[in-house]
Structures are given as C-alpha cells and as structure tokens.
C-alpha cells in the first residue's frame, strides 16, 4: 500500500529509470480509442482523425477533436477531452496575447515550444496530475509553409512531415511512412487531393474498417487557402467513393 501511495503522488525516477505517472499518461491518451494521422505536402497540411459518438442522445456537431487556435493554426487534441480543453484555450490565449503585443499572428513554432515548456513543467510537481492530453498543430507558415508539430503528455515536442497519434498510433505510422517513401522514392510530393486520400487511406487500413462520412473528421489548409476548414458530409462521401474505386 505505501508503494502504491507513492507512486500516486511522487514524480520521481524509479530504478529502472522511469516515470510511471508520465507513462499512464500516455496508456490514457491511447485508451481514448481514437488514432489521428496527420500529413503535409509543399503546399498544404491535412489532419484526419475518428470521430465517436459515445451516446445517441449526443449532438454529432458538439462532438471534435479538431480544433482551430487562430484563423491558421489548427490542433488535434487526443486523450481525455477536459484537458485538452485546457490546453485549447491556453493556445488561444496566448496566440491573441502574442498578436497584440508584437501586431503579428504567432509562428507556429513558438506555439509549440511554449505549450512544450508548459506541459514538461507540470510534469514536475508532485501535487498536480500529469496532463493526459496528445496535441498535434498545424499550419501554413508565411515563411516556412506546411508545418506539423507534435507534443506529447512529458512535453516532448517535434516537428514532422506526417505524424500519427492515439489508439493505433504505431500501426498508423508504419503504413504512413510507407506510403511516404514510396512517394519520395518516386520523386514526386503529396498535393493536397493525395495528401487527403493518403491519410484517409492509412487511419481505414488500421481500423480494418471502410468508413462513412460520419466516421471521420478531415481537416485542410493549403498556400492558396490557408484558414484551415473541415471537410463537409458530401467532400468526405466523395472523397472516400474515390479511395473505394481505387481499391
């Protein structure tokens, strides 16, 4: 019992070197059941994630797990759903507090790193639970372009040109990044059409199911466009009908 009660309120190494409150932190992300696959190309960025409905009696259109912080800045939140509410409006606080005091929309790089330093110092303190959110942002860069950033429960943050998340998150990543080497190798780039039926494409070969347009959520931005915007009941069903032909 008082190892158990330690390891409840204690964020210390064990022997082996590890921090188990970190680590059932990101047993609770995967325990959310749902796995995201994000990709980008030269000219646009595309997130497409499961979407459940755990009641009947619940409104579809209140449930997400995209979410946008700025006009270009989009986040996929993964694990529980209370935290990653936190973690939005931090985003969107301190994204508006950046445009006012510097009068430009905030890189998103920085937004990562600071939401990164956030996390790995509440990782710290013995009196708070260590957050179980994933978040992966997104946007088109005006100097940059395409970028994706990942940052985990620890505050781990990376930059990536696809990334996987959740549930099957290492299933998700191994057919993912098949799919972008033999686009490399091939010397060609995902523009955003491929780009969406890709990540589609790879999140329905690890569910093992064919989905509907009810099934997912698929968000966009590209140079042209770059407000990301989710796409509708009859681009998902079109979409899909295309994969359908394909295979």
């Known amino acids: 019992m008082r190892h158990l009660t330690l390891e409840k309120t204690r964020k210390v190494f064990t022997s082996e070197g590890r921090l188990n409150q970190v680590e059932y932190a990101f047993k609770a992300v995967t325990s959310c059941g749902l796995t995201a696959v994000v990709l980008r190309g030269p000219d646009s960025v595309v997130g497409c994630v499961q979407k459940k409905v755990p009641d009947k009696l619940i409104d579809p259109l209140t449930v997400t797990s995209i979410h946008n912080v700025t006009d270009q800045i989009a986040c996929i939140l993964l694990g529980y759903q209370a935290d990653g509410k936190y973690f939005l409006n931090y985003l969107r606080y301190y994204s508006s507090r950046f445009k006012y005091e510097n009068g430009y929309d905030i890189p998103i790089h920085v937004l990562a790193s600071k939401l990164s330093l956030l996390l790995q110092e509440l990782s710290q303190y013995v009196g708070y639970r260590t957050p179980c959110t994933m978040v992966i942002l997104m946007s088109i860069d005006e100097e940059k372009g395409p ?6 429960p620890a505050g781990y943050m990376q930059g990536h040109k696809g990334t996987t998340a959740g549930a ?8 993912l990044e098949k799919a972008y080497k033999k686009k490399s190798q091939g ?34 931005a590209t140079k042209a466009k770059p407000e990301f915007k989710l796409l509708t009941t009859v681009e998902l069903e079109n979409c899909l009908n295309v994969l359908a032909n394909k295979s």
Do not use: H, M, R, W
């Open 187 to 220: 010397g060609g780039n995902f523009g955003s059409e491929e780009a969406t039926e890709t990540v589609i494409d790879v999140l329905q070969n690890v569910i093992g199911a064919e989905f509907k347009a009810g099934d997912i959520e698929v968000t966009i």
């Open 147 to 152: 970028q994706i950033y990942k940052i985990d």
């Open 168 to 175: 099957k998150e290492q299933e998700a990543a191994t057919l």
